[in-house]
């Protein structure tokens, strides 16, 4: 059976480096795998008389179902001020409603990170910064490799194409690694 991975770039911005890094993962994935990238931009703020008025928004629920149909998870996620993006977290707690589906959704989910920045360090904070998220949520977090992008103004062309190889061999082995993990978890 193909592997598929559900992803969101957990920035809006239209030049988005790390959506851009999700886009060059999808022509990246090993042989009988895939990555289908969602968009979180039409998630409203948090707010729980929403929640409690109108209950889950549909474009919440359905990226709810997709992570729960899919083999695993991946989070592209900027880092701002070195933590992790309102925008992004906002997502996950949406994702996270109510408590009693969160099982269904993230139970045991194999998820990875990646992130790009065009600073010096590429995420790692944020990165860190997600641990006790992924932990608290019960999802499996992949530690086989990590994959911090820095100087993203000079790794990415002007279209978002990933044009420095050092970096695409990176997250070709960061991929091959992670779908094998996703693929062993699943042998009886
Ligand atoms: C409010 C804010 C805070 C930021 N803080 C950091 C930071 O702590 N570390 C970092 O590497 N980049 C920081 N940046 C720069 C982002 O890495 C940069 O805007 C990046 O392009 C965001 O990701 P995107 O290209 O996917 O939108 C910050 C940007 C903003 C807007």
Known sequence: MPITIAAFSGSLRRGSYNTALLQAAAGLMPEDSRIQIHSIAAFGLYN?????????????????????AADGFLIATPEYNNSIPGVAKNAIDWLSRPPADIRRVFGGKPVAMVGASPGGFG??????????????????LWTGAKLMVSGAAKVFDAQGSLVDERTRDSLRGF???????VRDRQRP
């Open 48 to 68: 729980g008389d929403v929640e409690a008025d109108e209950g889950i928004p549909p474009p919440v629920s359905a990226l709810k179902d997709a992570i729960a």
């Open 123 to 140: 995420t790692i904070l944020s990165q860190n910064a997600w641990l006790p998220v992924w932990r608290t949520l019960g999802a499996e």
């Open 175 to 181: 991929l091959q690694g992670y779908v094998e993990y």
